[in-house]
């Protein structure tokens, strides 16, 4: 008897459970999209940084009306930079039919989503949905993993290295290479011998370094490393404490040399490096709050203005601008969110950034192709990053032509 | 051998900021048999500290007032915590300390945001000391070892010299006779946490500004704590000195070892491709390898020495 | 370390030689009906989010009670098992992509077998050097190999596809039952099915005489060795056997998430399964399983509402290790010389009387937390905070007046209560024990 009343009890209690667990029905007044970036634990920086700056996208895009009359909005999902995690957080997305479901952190992570998506679109041909990616870096991810599902409105990591290696100046004839030992550090590093054979034959590298990711806390022994080579310039795709620790390091011992970087305008990097970067260190962006006021664009100039006034972090999402930009378009000449028709709008299209040079989301491998500004931390600027009382100053800048490479993508599109 | 010396001064400096930390650990962890896995976070407290009250009042009152207040946080977790954990066992108190360090982390990044604090090495200090073959060793890299000597001295004179050091020198090996004798040992416990967290404190303060001082802190340097109070063995403080100083120099001076296991073989005329698992761990350089030494090391006196190096208990 | 191995870990009272059967085939039952609770009638489909934490809380319940092998019935605090969890996974992904490509003619239903072998061949090599101690310098070899392991996935290729990790596709076209196992319910099926299987063999291993001199070996090692066996083998064989059953896990995650990256073997995972075990009770057999769902659901469920999560997790052990050492389970199990003398009933009102201040409590500790991290963090990612529901305004002193009172006069009145419960349990304890 008292077994059966457990029995009836919990049976109740799950009756009452699943008729909670009902998927609540996307309202249709906006237009959602699923964001998944991590939230919480050690790389919480990287996903709050990012909701940021959308955030402030989405106030500008929606305040111009949005696509379709309706608005944007964003429904976040913590993957704690776990792939799994992540796929877990797709299944949420795609139970609530959303038509859109992007990411920025972790290449590692947008690399399981594409496959995630691809399976989920031929498995589900009802509820199919793109993916954007907007800070997911890996070169493959638009070559050997391209997928007609993804667009990516970032530029990859080889683009970044054209950039990178073309603004080395002339007067530089010797580079060390320092990189993280995991995938991104690893595509790096290919990248960046393949551009200096490329273009700067007349470089040397005297040393191709990689260190363990985030384990290292005291740079001094490489630096002594990097001083006995005599290189002119350290050439390091690190960031995060691998990138601060490092400058820290060669700043306190004295060194005389160039730190060309790929990431170091990426956020908490200018705090953590404060003055003592001051005209060695450089990085390739995609903008810096100095470039309104180098170019006279008064429109940007207003956007910056607005960002900085509400926030003490740089705005380093120009293609994320873009990106909004360019959904409207493709939405409005789709007249849906339908994955296929908002696709096909997508590719091939072209779209004046907020700076106006005109960027191509490319029709074979859904990579948007921008360009680059190579600028150095100094004073005397404008704007300047995190109140360190230093900002960026353009040095160099890439065209689109310049990052229009060649892909070995084979898209396979749908045949619907 | 321009590198040598300077990779051991590196070391040295590395390998005192590691016994800083481990001392706390080893107290602890010798005479109550806590896992503390919350000595990082409080670590990474006193790094958060020291910045705060150096941008209200100055770095030299924060050196002192930072540690303190550590030190009475890990008192008052230990009255109020892990003494009434104490009885349920030894998983339990590091069940205890787990939670503590999620409820540390996040309320860090709730105070102070999530990215890095502009915590910096102060201008009196900011200079180079002297140079060696043209690299310059900064002042406070001086000062920490200054600070990491005192505060080793000062311990030692603490435990060796007077009355309750020796009590506590006793209660590391012997707790129960210690108490059957009569001493309050609780409170001797809550003296030694407090103490050992003072310890991790003062090491954030002087770290926090030469490293960086972020929400991750803890993370980084919990593992290669752990390794060091093991390797030097429970209840040795000298153990602990020693093994803090080996653990130093070996990731200063594995960084500039260029060489892997196969380049050992190649005179031989055995080359080896990197194709397979075997091939690749066969052929990595050392160099890449090296902050992971350590715990390959931990395995290896574990294996053959489960006392440590100097540990004078068993387990 | 000494005089404290006694108290370290409450002793596991034997498992009844009389099995009961109901409970398993409840379980059975639940399990296979679960997923249809949440069928999305609407548009006539499975809910693929329930899904997906159903088949992970599968995956943990098998990877929680082999971790349980080590510490509640051997005594042996690993911090590596998920190095046997995730190499098992790696093995299987490689495993898949040998099947699909035609290489392997192992059916789908055995690969989690193979997962197995490869997880107990592991644990084999691992646990050789483990074993060699026990205690502390065990626990901390341990700490040692899930360091290296984890580091070395992000590093090497050929085997961990470095950092990316390794990728299969799980249509391998080879089944006994003639499944494509391409849907996700039919992978959660497969993993029930694993589940039971592991479950079963574990349950009887720990009454073997393996089972049980692991036991002897946590309570007095010493005593042991005088009975005549040696613990080191006993130690080595209960790790070698948990790396079995940690790899049938392993094999599984594999299957349904068709990649694996290096979190698979890294340490976080192993402080889960330290968790799931602790808290839902590593004296009883079925403890790690209540642990493994309630984490599950809490990782899972909870971190999509809050980003606070850790902060809940945090406290919920500080709360477990201070008032329930012994785990959910054995807060249950405490409640059996009650219920034998048939006393049950009178403790309904006591837990009335706590529950309601209780709740009040969690009310306003979670209220409290979401608006401080909403004022500190979420604010300023635009986000807009509501909790159960309803909108709050984090200006309006009310919300923080309501949340604070919950917190401050519920835990007062928790206080009072707490004092009256403790009251009358204690007298049905004495009434229990004249009986």
């Known amino acids: ?96 039919n959303l038509p859109f479901v992007m990411s920025c952190v972790g290449s590692n992570v947008g690399s399981a989503l594409i496959d995630a998506v691809n399976k989920h679109n031929s498995r589900n041909p009802d509820n199919r949905i793109l993916q954007i990616n907007c800070g997911q870096l890996a070169t ?159 429109e940007a100039e207003e956007f910056f203005k607005k960002w900085r006034a509400t926030h003490d972090f740089a705005f ?61 931390f100094t004073k005397n600027v404008k704007n300047d990053v995190e109140k360190t009382g230093l900002g960026w100053k353009t040095e160099y800048k890439t065209t689109v032509a310049d990052e229009t490479l060649p892909t070995t993508c084979k898209m396979k599109r749908p045949s619907s | 051998m321009q590198i040598g010396l300077i990779s051991l001064l590196d070391g040295l400096v590395y390998g005192m900021l590691l016994f800083m930390l481990a001392s706390g650990l080893t107290l602890i962890l010798s005479m109550m048999g806590v896992l503390n896995f919350a000595h990082a976070s409080i670590y990474m407290l006193g790094a958060y500290f020291a910045y705060q009250i150096s941008t209200w009042i100055g770095f030299w009152p924060a050196l002192v007032i930072a540690p303190l207040l550590c030190g009475a946080i890990g008192a008052a977790i230990e009255v109020w915590g892990l003494r009434r954990v104490h009885h349920n066992g030894h998983i339990a108190e590091l069940l205890f300390t787990f939670g503590l360090v999620f409820i540390i982390g996040r309320a ?126 429970l209840g040795s403080l000298a153990g602990c000195f020693i093994a803090s100083i080996l653990m130093g120099m070996v990731q200063t001076f594995s960084v500039v070892a260029d060489w892997s296991f196969a380049d050992l073989i190649s005179p031989f005329g055995i080359t080896l491709g990197a194709n397979d698992l075997l091939g690749e761990i066969l052929t990595i350089p050392v160099s890449r390898i090296g902050p992971l030494v350590p715990y390959a090391l931990l395995i290896l006196i574990l294996l053959f020495r489960p006392r440590g190096l100097m540990g004078t208990r068993e387990t | 370390m000494s005089d404290a191995a006694v108290r370290a870990l409450p002793s596991r009272r034997p498992v009844s030689v009389a099995v009961r059967l109901w409970p398993w085939i409840v379980a059975l039952l639940i399990a296979v009906v679960l997923p249809w609770l949440f069928y999305d009638w609407q548009h006539g489909r499975h809910s693929g989010f329930m899904i997906s934490v159903f088949s992970q809380m599968g995956m943990m319940i098998i990877f929680a009670l082999s971790f349980n092998m080590l510490m509640g019935q051997a005594g042996l605090l690993s911090f590596c098992h998920s190095v046997l969890f995730g190499l098992a996974g790696y093995s299987t992904v490689h495993f898949l992509n040998a099947a699909g490509a035609g290489e392997l003619p192992v059916p789908m239903e055995l690969i989690p077998l193979l997962a197995g072998l490869s997880g107990f061949g592991f644990a084999v090599v691992f646990g050789y050097m483990a074993t060699k101690q026990r205690s502390t310098a065990f626990a901390m070899i341990t700490l040692g190999i899930v360091q290296l392991v984890t580091t070395a996935a992000t590093m090497f290729h050929s085997f961990f596809g470095g950092e990316g990790g390794v990728k299969t596709d799980r249509v391998i076209g ?99 399964a330290l968790l799931m075990a602790y808290i839902g009770g590593a004296t009883t057999f079925f403890g790690p399983v209540l642990g493994a769902i309630l984490i599950t659901l809490l990782q899972s469920g909870v971190s999509l509402m809050s980003n606070s999560w850790l902060v809940y997790v945090g406290v919920l052990f500080i709360a477990m290790v201070t008032f329930a050492p012994t785990g959910l389970t054995g807060i249950v199990l405490e409640h059996a010389p009650i219920a034998r003398a048939g006393l049950l009933r009178r403790l309904t009102l006591p837990y009335l009387r706590i529950a309601v201040p209780g709740l009040i409590v969690l009310f306003g500790f979670v209220g409290v937390v979401e608006l401080l991290s909403f004022l500190t963090i979420g604010m300023a990612q635009g986000k807009r905070l509501a909790l159960f529901g309803v909108a709050l305004d984090i200006f309006s002193p009310l919300s923080w007046l309501v949340a604070f009172a919950c917190l401050l006069g519920g835990g007062l009145w928790l206080s009072i209560e707490a004092r009256y419960f403790k009251r009358v349990w204690d007298g049905l304890i004495e009434a229990s024990r004249s009986r």
Request: aromatic share 12%.
């Open chain 1, 316 to 376: 380093i999402a120009l293609p994320s601008v873009t990106q909004f930009e360019m959904l409207v378009r493709a939405i409005n000449k789709a007249g849906s969110t339908d994955a296929v028709k908002v696709a096909d709008a997508l590719e091939g299209m072209e779209q004046k950034d907020l700076f106006g040079v005109t960027n191509i989301m490319r029709k074979e491998d859904h990579q948007l192709l921008h360009p680059y500004y190579e600028a150095v």
């Open chain 2, 108 to 233: 860090v990044q709730m105070v102070w945001g999530m990215l890095p604090m502009p915590y910096r090495v102060p201008t009196s200090l900011d200079f180079p000391l002297f140079s060696i073959y043209g690299e310059n060793f900064p002042a406070y890299r001086g000062f920490m070892l200054l600070i990491s000597g005192g505060m080793l001295f000062t311990t030692w004179l603490l435990l060796k010299k007077t009355r309750i050091g020796l009590i506590i020198q006793a209660a590391l090996t012997h707790p129960s006779m210690v108490s059957a004798l009569g001493h309050d040992v609780p409170r001797v416990f809550t003296l030694v946490f407090a103490g050992g967290s003072l310890l991790a404190g003062l090491a954030g303060v002087i770290a926090g500004n030469y490293f960086t001082t972020e929400s991750s802190m803890a993370d980084a340097m919990g593992p290669i704590v752990f390794v060091v109070v093991i390797f030097g063995g």
């Open chain 1, 1 to 96: 008897m008292q077994r059966l009343r457990l029995l009836a009890i919990s049976f109740l209690a799950l009756f009452g459970l699943a008729i909670a667990g009902q998927p609540v029905r996307a309202a249709d007044e906006t237009i959602k999209i699923g964001y998944i970036d991590p939230f919480s634990g050690a790389f919480a920086s990287g996903g709050d940084a990012s909701l940021k700056m959308f955030q402030f996208i989405l106030d500008y895009i929606n305040a111009k009306g949005g696509a379709l009359g309706k608005k944007f909005e964003l429904v976040t999902f913590d993957d704690k930079l776990q792939p799994a995690e992540a796929l877990i957080a797709f299944k949420s997305v795609t139970d609530q």
């Open chain 3, 174 to 272: 080879n089944s006994l039952l003639g499944r494509e196992y391409g849907q996700a319910i039919e992978v959660y099926y497969l993993i029930v099915g694993w589940m039971m299987i592991a479950a079963i063999g574990m349950y009887f291993h720990a009454m073997t005489p393996l089972g049980r001199m692991a036991n002897a070996c946590r309570d007095n090692h010493e005593r042991a060795q005088f009975v005549g066996y040696d613990p080191r083998m006993v130690r080595f064989l209960q790790f070698a056997l948990s790396g079995f059953y940690a790899g049938i896990g392993g094999g599984l995650f594999a299957i349904t998430y068709e990649i694996v990256t290096f979190d698979a073997v890294a340490a976080p995972l192993a402080a889960n």
């Open chain 1, 140 to 298: 493959e991810l638009t070559n050997e993993q391209c997928s007609f599902w993804h667009f990516r409105f970032v530029g990859s990591v080889e683009m970044r290295a054209v950039a990178r290696i073309k603004s080395l100046p002339q007067s530089v004839k010797s580079v060390y290479l320092l990189n993280q030992d995991y995938l991104f550090g690893q595509s790096i590093e290919k990248d960046t011998k393949r551009f200096l054979a490329q273009y700067r034959p007349d470089i040397k590298i005297v040393a191709d370094e990689f260190i363990p990711l985030m384990q290292v806390k005291d740079f001094a022994p490489y630096i002594s490393k990097i001083k006995a080579s005599g290189a002119q310039s350290l050439l390091t795709g690190n960031y995060g404490p691998d990138l601060n620790l490092l400058i820290k390091a060669g700043v306190d011992a004295g060194l005389d040399i160039r730190y060309d970087t790929y990431l170091a305008h990426v956020i908490g990097a200018a705090t953590a490096i404060g003055s003592n970067g001051e005209g060695r260190l450089t990085s390739v962006m995609e903008d810096h709050e100095n470039i309104p006021e180098e170019e006279h664009n008064a």
